[in-house]
């Protein structure tokens, strides 16, 4: 529910280029859990984090509330694009 209301936060202000949430709605079982911390679910889930990364970024449509691809863009490169972009706005703030 939140990712749909700050979507639309986003999507309202022409913004959403500055909007990025990578999430796996599917996720079951203990992997879902935030409960289990066993060695193996932790491996688990970094693999989960692993195949998140190499997929599309996608938005959430406003009209159908399902997640859809945007681009081409993987979630890796949005997040190398956002760090750059954070990095830039940090050094020229200190000037």
């Given amino acids: 529910m939140v990712d749909f209301h700050i979507s ?13 949430r990578i999430q796996d ?3 079951t079982g ?6 289990v ?8 889930l970094v693999k989960v984090g ?10 959430v449509n406003l009209a159908t509330g399902v997640f859809e691809p945007i681009n081409k863009m993987t979630n890796e490169e949005a997040l190398r694009k ?4 954070l990095s830039r706005e ?3 703030s200190r000037r």
């Fill in 50 to 59: 692993e195949e998140l990364l190499k997929k599309q970024v996608s938005r």
């Fill in 8 to 20: 639309t936060v986003f999507q309202a202000l022409n913004c959403e280029e500055n909007y990025l």
């Fill in 90 to 92: 940090k050094a020229s």
């Fill in 25 to 27: 709605d599917t996720l």
């Fill in 30 to 35: 203990t992997l879902s859990s935030v409960d």
């Fill in 37 to 44: 911390a066993t060695k193996e679910n932790l491996e688990n």
């Fill in 82 to 85: 956002l760090a750059k972009l």
